[in-house]
């Protein structure tokens, strides 16, 4: 069964220190992978996704596809990036029609950055 | 703004009721999602819908249904109502079916049943 596990429900770290929020996920399959970001009183909304290889926010997420992982780091942590983040491993199209294909968010870590 | 709106914003009521949650997507967004947030349970999907029809399943109760409409907006009923399903749902929606698609995401309705 798919599953993606966050391991750190709560993660402190004071700013300008490295950061590194985890990931494992357990997929029949090669996911597309993506992180989504709910900041205070605001909607959850796309941080960055794999297939981009792109870096958002000083954010940049390396896929291992023998561990399974999506770790999201940033090297300096600002206040500003103080928020629930969620690791979401997405069925590629071809997959998604079948009820096993589910749309599978992690249970989400909340990052707080002390000044 | 993600230009997906969700009505209403808070709707309070009692176990044993039923209610219905609305969904609008973005404009030319033919996929809707539903997901439930609540607070021991993080960010759950429950059902998604593309072009009026049913796609995917994930953990939706019996007493929950939804439903996409010609016009594309979509609603989530909820019926028999527990103090357990007191949580914040979120619809999104994307242009296509998945994978490769963002999702946008709605300002969501906080649904409290006592």
């Known amino acids: 069964a798919q599953r993606v596990t966050q391991p750190e429900k709560l993660l402190s770290v004071f700013k300008g220190a490295p950061v590194e929020l985890k990931c494992n996920y357990s997929?029949?399959?090669?996911?597309?992978l993506f992180w989504y970001v709910q900041y205070s009183r605001q909607r959850l909304q796309l941080l960055l996704r794999?297939?981009s290889r792109e870096s958002i926010k000083g954010f940049t997420a390396d896929l291992n596809k023998g561990e399974t992982s999506f770790h999201l780091k940033k090297p300096f942590a600002q206040e500003e990036d103080s928020a629930m983040y969620y690791c979401?491993?997405?069925?590629?199209?071809?997959?998604?029609?079948?009820?096993?294909?589910?749309?599978?968010f992690g249970p989400g870590t909340s990052l707080s950055v002390i000044p | 703004d993600s230009g997906v709106t969700q009505t209403p914003k808070h709707l309070i009521t009692a176990t044993g009721q039923r209610v219905t949650l609305r969904c609008s997507p973005r404009?030319?967004?033919?996929?809707v999602y539903w997901y439930q947030q609540s607070l021991d349970q993080g960010l759950q999907f429950l059902i998604q819908?593309?072009?009026?029809?049913?796609?995917a399943k994930g953990n939706i109760l019996e007493r929950f249904s939804a439903q996409q409409f010609p016009d594309l907006h979509s609603e989530l009923n909820l019926s028999s109502l527990e103090l357990g399903d007191s949580a914040l749902y979120f619809c999104?929606?994307?242009?296509?079916?998945?994978?490769?698609?963002?999702?946008?995401f709605g300002p969501g309705t906080r649904l409290t049943v006592t």
């Open positions: 999104a929606s994307s242009v296509h079916l998945t994978s490769e698609d963002e999702q946008y």
């Open positions: 997929y029949s399959g090669s996911p597309e």
């Open positions: 794999h297939i």
């Open positions: 979401a491993p997405i069925p590629p199209r071809c997959l998604m029609k079948t009820s096993y294909d589910k749309v599978i």
């Open positions: 404009s030319g967004d033919l996929s």
């Open positions: 819908y593309y072009n009026g029809e049913e796609r």
